[in-house]
């Protein structure tokens, strides 16, 4: 189990490093203009990384990874939904510079993430990268909720006037998913909010770890 988890968050740590260099290197030569093409640049590759990350919800239940359920599955819900139903789904919303900031910090976030995972999991401790994945997620996750909440409502015009994903069922039924994504709105902030609080207990209890330490010394 150990050489699977090891494997897995090594190939998402090569994933989502090669989308963050991608980025920032295409802004640092190309700029503004850089941010119309950020999804064709990057996107297929996202869309894996985001894919595999679904396998985390199996991993917890299966005893593979020792992580709480719920703010993972909320995580990586939101995620999926915004990748693939509001962004995929819509070229139109796929060349907006909202897009390409929602990406880099999805990614700032994981560039920590996977390989504080990846040396936890062969026992190995690295002090700085282990502050920034307790610390990173305090500026990043808020943000990260701020570009989401925009994006979903950029996303509504084009929803709107395409219909896309609107359907009319037999006995005069119908699904309008524009109101679903605004009442997913609503419940987005929720989940980030919820997610946040449970990384918050998680900080708590390394600082509290962490001044145990220095007390032994």
């Given at each position: 189990m150990k050489a699977y988890l090891s494997?897995?968050?090594?190939?998402?740590?090569?994933?989502?490093?090669?989308?963050?260099?991608?980025?920032t290197a295409r802004l640092l030569f190309f700029g503004k203009d850089s941010f119309a093409d950020t999804f064709?640049?990057?996107?297929?590759?996202m869309q894996v990384c985001q894919l595999l990350s679904a396998l985390e919800l199996l991993h917890i239940p299966m005893g593979v990874e020792q992580q709480s359920f719920l703010p993972k599955c909320s995580q990586v819900t939101e995620r999926l939904i915004i990748l693939f139903l509001v962004i995929t789904s819509q070229e139109e919303v796929q060349s907006?510079?909202?897009?390409?900031?929602?990406?880099?910090?999805?990614?700032?976030w994981d560039v920590i993430r996977y390989p504080y995972l990846l040396l936890?999991?062969?026992?190995?401790?690295?002090?700085?990268?282990?502050?920034?994945?307790?610390?990173?997620?305090?500026?990043?996750?808020p943000l990260s909720l701020l570009a989401e909440v925009y994006t979903v409502y950029a996303s509504?015009?084009?929803?709107e006037a395409l219909g896309t994903f609107?359907?009319?069922?037999?006995?005069?039924?119908?699904i309008h998913f524009p109101y679903i994504l605004k009442a997913y709105l609503v419940l987005l902030p929720a989940g980030v909010l919820y997610t946040?609080?449970?990384l918050y207990h998680k900080r708590k209890l390394y600082l509290r770890q962490q001044e145990l330490k220095l007390k032994v010394k």
């Open positions: 494997v897995y968050y090594l190939i998402q740590f090569c994933g989502h490093s090669w989308i963050f260099t991608n980025m064709y640049a990057i996107g297929l590759v907006k510079c909202i897009v390409c900031l929602l990406f880099f910090l999805w990614n700032l936890s999991a062969v026992g190995i401790e690295y002090p700085a990268l282990t502050w920034l994945y307790y610390s990173l997620w305090i500026p990043v996750h509504l015009p084009y929803f609107s359907y009319t069922l037999p006995f005069a039924v119908s946040c609080s449970h």
